[in-house]
């Protein structure tokens, strides 16, 4: 898988990183984690520089998730709803949680990036709820931003023991712990943990 890798990468360059990062990011079963780990790995082996990587496999990344937004809005809810009602998610429940997706989208897209599969059906959701092409993007260029460059960097510094990062992500430990964390966030979010209430004013 290196050589092929490596290959790949020399032969198309920055071309190979932003159409992989776009197809993994659609759903073709490209994993996207490896590939940017690899990348940032073998920098100093080819004429390819860091800011080349990160800038082409966030371009791809963004077209990847537009994409998913694209289909998602022409394919719609009620459409989906004709699938999902077997497993008691009819298009009411759809319309519900597409009226709370505008607030708490962002933040599914965001962490999305790091949780294999939530990346493919996020930005499918938004589009079929019809979120706001604005807050979508908003979150898509930071959420993908941050995940390839960690990830890259990550690889560079890395060097040849970038495998063992890979095994650590993929361990389900930390897969539960930010699905935890994520939880946590969204229940304060929706419960107004961390809103200020607004002091009345009192009678003299």
């Given at each position: 898988?290196?050589?092929?890798?490596?290959?790949?990468?020399?032969h198309?360059?920055?071309?190979?990183?932003?159409?992989?990062?776009?197809?993994?990011?659609?759903?073709?079963?490209?994993?996207?984690?490896?590939?940017?780990?690899?990348?940032?790995?073998?920098?100093?082996?080819?004429?390819?520089?860091?800011?080349?990587?990160?800038?082409?496999?966030?371009?791809?990344?963004?077209?990847?998730?537009?994409?998913?937004?694209?289909?998602?809005?022409?394919?719609?809810?009620?459409?989906?709803?004709?699938?999902?009602r077997?497993?008691?998610?009819?298009?009411?429940?759809?319309?519900?949680?597409?009226?709370?997706?505008?607030?708490?989208?962002?933040?599914?897209?965001?962490?999305?990036?790091?949780?294999?599969?939530?990346?493919?059906?996020?930005?499918?959701?938004?589009?079929?709820?019809?979120?706001?092409?604005?807050?979508?993007?908003?979150?898509?260029?930071?959420?993908?931003?941050?995940?390839v460059?960690?990830?890259?960097?990550?690889?560079?510094?890395?060097?040849?023991?970038?495998h063992?990062?890979?095994?650590?992500?993929?361990?389900?430990?930390?897969v539960?712990?930010?699905?935890?964390?994520?939880?946590?966030?969204?229940?304060?979010?929706?419960?107004?943990?961390?809103?200020?209430?607004?002091?009345?004013?009192?009678?003299?």
């Amino acid at each position: 898988m290196r050589e092929f890798l490596l290959a790949f990468i020399q032969h198309y360059g920055y071309a190979a990183v932003l159409l992989s990062m776009a197809l993994g990011i659609i759903g073709l079963p490209i994993p996207i984690e490896f590939l940017l780990l690899f990348a940032g790995s073998i920098t100093a082996q080819t004429h390819l520089s860091m800011e080349g990587i990160i800038a082409f496999a966030w371009i791809g990344t963004v077209l990847g998730m537009l994409t998913n937004y694209t289909l998602g809005r022409y394919v719609g809810l009620r459409r989906i709803s004709r699938v999902t009602r077997w497993i008691h998610l009819t298009e009411e429940k759809w319309n519900r949680w597409s009226a709370k997706y505008e607030t708490l989208g962002p933040i599914f897209i965001v962490s999305g990036f790091f949780v294999a599969g939530l990346r493919h059906l996020a930005p499918f959701i938004a589009g079929a709820g019809r979120m706001r092409l604005a807050s979508f993007l908003g979150a898509t260029l930071l959420g993908s931003l941050g995940f390839v460059g960690m990830f890259t960097f990550a690889g560079q510094r890395l060097g040849q023991h970038w495998h063992s990062l890979l095994k650590l992500i993929h361990h389900p430990l930390p897969v539960a712990l930010f699905l935890l964390l994520l939880g946590a966030a969204v229940i304060c979010y929706k419960t107004s943990v961390f809103k200020v209430k607004p002091i009345k004013d009192k009678k003299a």
